[in-house]
C-alpha cells in the first residue's frame, strides 16, 4: 500500500499557495515535491527532494533539515510552509495521521 500525503498552504497575507507531496519509497524514505507561487520556497525545494523520517521528525526543530534549509532561503520566520513539508513527510511515512492544522487569527 503506497503512503502518500498532500498538503495544500495559503500562506495568508502573502496569498502564496504552495502544494507539497510526499510519498513514501520503498527505502522508507520520504519523497516530497513542492510546487508554489513564492519563489523563496521554491528555492528551498531545491535541495529537497528525499527526506529520513525518522531523524525529521525525532529532530529538534532548530536541528532538522527542512528548517534548516528554510533559514537560508526564507525571509519571514512566520511561514507555515516548513512545518507543513514536515507534517507531510510525518504523515506519508506512517508516522502521524491525516488531520488538518488550523491557525486562526483573528
Known sequence: MEKKCTVIVDAGVCKMKTTIQAVQQDDMMVGVKIESDCHNVLKM???IK???PYTEIES???KTD???RANDTLPHAACPVPCAIIKAVEVASGMGI???VVITIK
Open 45 to 47: 525545494s531545491w535541495g
Open 50 to 52: 528525499s527526506i529520513n
Open 60 to 62: 529538534q526543530i532548530c
Open 66 to 68: 527542512v528548517y534548516k
Open 98 to 100: 491525516k488531520r488538518d
